[in-house]
């Protein structure tokens, strides 16, 4: 396994894109995730979201995880959604 610049543990060093803070007003935090092995979907999502919900408890919000396409994810703690809470958004068209 290797260990990102984040500190999340991935079976491939481009399993997580990137993590940053979307704005300084917000201070929210964004993580993306690629998946460039099916296999390994649920750990590369259980390792963002672990992650994710740091920010997010400390923030007291839930957080947000959002499918984009069949490799690529966002994790983030969101006001929209109740503490302690996962809210899974796919917004992958399939036409």
Known sequence: MNVTAEGVKSAEPKALESSRPLSAK??????????????MLQEQLSAAMAQAQTQA???????????????FFEVQPSAEVDFR??????LWSRA
């Open 85 to 90: 809470t996962t809210l899974e958004r796919d």
């Open 57 to 71: 408890q400390s923030r007291r919000r839930g957080l947000m995880l959002t499918r984009h396409n069949a490799t």
């Open 26 to 39: 917000t201070e929210e935090y964004l993580l993306s995730v690629v998946v460039t092995d099916p296999a």
